[in-house]
């Protein structure tokens, strides 16, 4: 069996992506793992090869920026197209997996190699806002998705590379996993989530975001769930950099001293759909 990680990155230094911890965090059971990196104004290329893995393989693109969201999905299937692999998980450069699951992760792919019925696996999503302690489960915001597809040119990325879908429109036969995916993309101090928006516009537009004006309205963060958990092993240096967070699990710790969730650092989502009015 043999599998093949693949991406796509542009300006992930610039817009804050942890990309190298997203490479690193399924790496270990890749057998190689595509890059297709668009025109980049920052240092994204060396970054990613600061990673001196064999296999690691970079593919250059041209961005068609025109195409707005539909560009993420394009691109996406350029990058999958490069995939040589039996299976092939995707994730996008703010998307991170805990090192708990890749072998559970491992062994449903494995089991499943030859059930060609089997077209895919479905992790469930952990979007964190502003603190890696806070995460968003309101509508508007995807809880479960497939991230490995069977590579078999029959599947495609859908609308702007949030999931997959046959080309011929149907849907794909995948399998739900206990596993998750941490995205870490609205993680940004308020500023650098609107520069980001701004300086991409077209990408992800998003009616909430005042692009320009140099800020964005993160509103009331304990709304939000907690998340008692630990994160991935990659991630232990940005988070002990990021300010909001530490002051955010010190209120954690101190308000839920009580919950064994906290005690044993559980990795658990509620699965109730909040209506959460965030933000504004």
Known sequence: MKI??????RNAIKHKY??????????????????NLGDSEDTTRELVESIKSPKIRIIPHKWDLSLGDRMLAVETDNALKECKGDWAFYLQSDEVIHQRDLPRLYGYMKKYLNNKKIEGFKLRWFHFYKSFYRYRIDGGWFQKQVRIIRNNGTIKSLEDAWGFEK????????????????????????????????????????????????????????????????????????????????????????????NPLLWFRVRYKTGKRLRAKLPK
Not at 4 to 9: C, E, K, L, R, V
């Open 167 to 258: 080309k011929d429109k149907s849907s794909l036969v995948a399998i739900k996993t206990p596993c998750f995916l941490y995205h870490y993309g609205w993680i940004n101090h308020t500023c650098g989530v609107a520069e980001r928006i701004e300086n991409d516009m077209g990408l992800n537009p998003d009616d909430n975001i005042q692009a320009g004006r140099g800020s964005y309205n993160y509103n009331e963060i304990s709304k939000l769930p907690v998340y008692f958990g630990t994160h991935p092993a990659v991630m232990k240096d940005a988070i002990d950099k990021n300010e909001t967070s530490k002051k955010d699990f010190d209120f954690i710790k101190k308000k839920y001293f009580w």
């Open 4 to 9: 093949s990680g693949f991406t796509i990155a």
């Open 18 to 35: 942890p990309i190298r911890e997203s490479i690193l965090s399924i790496l270990p059971i890749c057998d190689e793992f595509i890059v």
